[in-house]
């Protein structure tokens, strides 16, 4: 009769335990995979505790209201026709030049450059005095300008 020793037993099924360890790797691994992707990296908001004393703060706070925005309606630029050339005015007031108009129309997008610019051409105005307009208006940093037309001009 031959015997049989438990640790030659053991020894044979060696490579069975490995084999066996490989699948389960693989699910670790994918369940890795898995979290990381659907980790968010954000920092989580939330109200952090804190201890504020009696003591402090008995005192009136000086409190001010911060200055208003700076806002306006829109920014309307008309330009007429005299036959020979052409005239702008810039919320009413007169402009004595393009380059006065350009001037105006940046020191108003520096301070509020997503104010409405409405171009308001007379219907005698040459087109390229309009496209003219309309690209120093683009250019001076607005990013909205619009066109006005007159309804009973024809």
């Not at 954000?42 to 952090?48: C, G, H, N, T």
């Not at 393009?98 to 997008?109: C, G, K, V």
């Not at 105005?125 to 006005?148: H, M, N, Q, T, W």
Request: glycine share 4%; hydrophobic share 45%; aromatic share 10%.
């Amino acid at each position: 009769m031959k015997r049989y020793s438990p640790l030659v037993h053991f020894r044979s099924s060696g490579t069975d335990l490995d084999a066996a360890m490989t699948p389960m790797i693989d699910v670790v691994f994918l369940l890795l995979v898995f979290f990381v992707w659907t980790a968010s990296f954000q920092i989580i908001e939330q109200i952090l505790p804190s201890e504020l004393s009696s003591q402090m703060g008995t005192e009136p706070a000086d409190i001010t209201d911060p200055p208003p925005d700076a806002d306006f309606d829109s920014v309307v630029v008309r330009i007429g026709w005299d036959g020979a050339n052409p005239n702008w005015t810039l919320n009413e007031l007169p402009v004595t030049s393009i380059a006065q108009l350009r001037d105006q129309l940046t020191a108003i997008s520096e301070i509020k450059s997503n104010a409405p610019v409405i171009l308001h051409p007379d219907v005698e105005v040459p087109l390229g005095f309009v496209i003219e307009a309309y690209d120093i208006c683009k250019l001076s940093g607005f990013s909205k300008v619009s066109f006005a037309i007159n309804r009973d001009a024809g």
